[in-house]
């Protein structure tokens, strides 16, 4: 007997939001895999739907499937009837081309047994930037002052009140601040594609 009063939620109650499975749209999310039926245009074996079901950790509806290939994380949505044993991939053409092609080759690389490069969206430092934007902005949240802040991100550096004011290390904490709240107000989404150089 179901003790969520009979209700379909769209995520599970009973799972925190951290460990809650989330899938991202194909618009908002370019490592999203999109494959539908296709020509079998080489002899030999292709990838099946079924194959991809064989991996499939999570499904949400029929058509979203969450993929563990080889120790690695893909969200696959199947578009169109699939019929027929071969799959084409789908590339929408559009700004995100690059980052869909880059997870594409990624997708296929874990699919064929091949190493898998890693994902060039979430690098060592644009996750550690990311942190340290978030406690930045905690911590103007709490009403500390940008040194105070300062002082615990980067306890490594002098920033007395004689140097403070031309300090480079406080224009970088008033860039965090203002980049986390940025992060905040829906700017996470960035966090999906590969960092674009600012022109």
């Given at each position: 007997m179901l003790s969520n009063g009979g209700y379909v939620f769209a995520a599970d109650p009973r799972i925190t939001g951290r460990a809650q499975p989330i899938f991202w749209t194909l618009q908002t999310d370019?490592?999203?895999?999109?494959?539908?039926?296709?020509?079998?245009?080489?002899?030999?074996?292709?990838?099946?739907?079924?194959?991809?079901?064989?991996?499939?950790?999570?499904?949400?509806?029929?058509?979203?499937?969450?993929?563990?290939?080889?120790g690695e994380r893909f969200d696959v949505s199947l578009s169109g009837s699939m019929e027929g044993d071969s799959l084409a991939a789908v590339i929408p053409l559009d700004e995100m081309t690059p980052d869909r092609l880059t997870a594409l080759a990624r997708f296929w690389s874990a699919a064929t047994g091949r190493a898998v490069p890693a994902d060039p969206r979430m690098t060592p430092q644009r996750l550690q930037r990311a942190r340290q934007m978030l406690r930045a902005v905690d911590a103007r949240e709490t009403g500390a002052t940008y040194r105070a802040i300062a002082r615990f991100l980067f306890p490594q550096y002098e920033n007395d009140a004689t140097s403070w004011v031309g300090s480079a290390i406080r224009e970088t904490t008033i860039r965090l601040a203002r980049d986390g709240m940025k992060l905040v107000h829906g700017g996470y989404r960035a966090l999906l594609r590969r960092p674009r150089r600012e022109r």
């Amino acid at each position: 007997m179901l003790s969520n009063g009979g209700y379909v939620f769209a995520a599970d109650p009973r799972i925190t939001g951290r460990a809650q499975p989330i899938f991202w749209t194909l618009q908002t999310d370019p490592a999203a895999i999109i494959l539908q039926s296709g020509p079998a245009l080489s002899e030999g074996s292709h990838l099946t739907v079924d194959d991809l079901r064989a991996h499939a950790v999570r499904d949400r509806e029929a058509a979203l499937l969450r993929l563990n290939l080889h120790g690695e994380r893909f969200d696959v949505s199947l578009s169109g009837s699939m019929e027929g044993d071969s799959l084409a991939a789908v590339i929408p053409l559009d700004e995100m081309t690059p980052d869909r092609l880059t997870a594409l080759a990624r997708f296929w690389s874990a699919a064929t047994g091949r190493a898998v490069p890693a994902d060039p969206r979430m690098t060592p430092q644009r996750l550690q930037r990311a942190r340290q934007m978030l406690r930045a902005v905690d911590a103007r949240e709490t009403g500390a002052t940008y040194r105070a802040i300062a002082r615990f991100l980067f306890p490594q550096y002098e920033n007395d009140a004689t140097s403070w004011v031309g300090s480079a290390i406080r224009e970088t904490t008033i860039r965090l601040a203002r980049d986390g709240m940025k992060l905040v107000h829906g700017g996470y989404r960035a966090l999906l594609r590969r960092p674009r150089r600012e022109r």
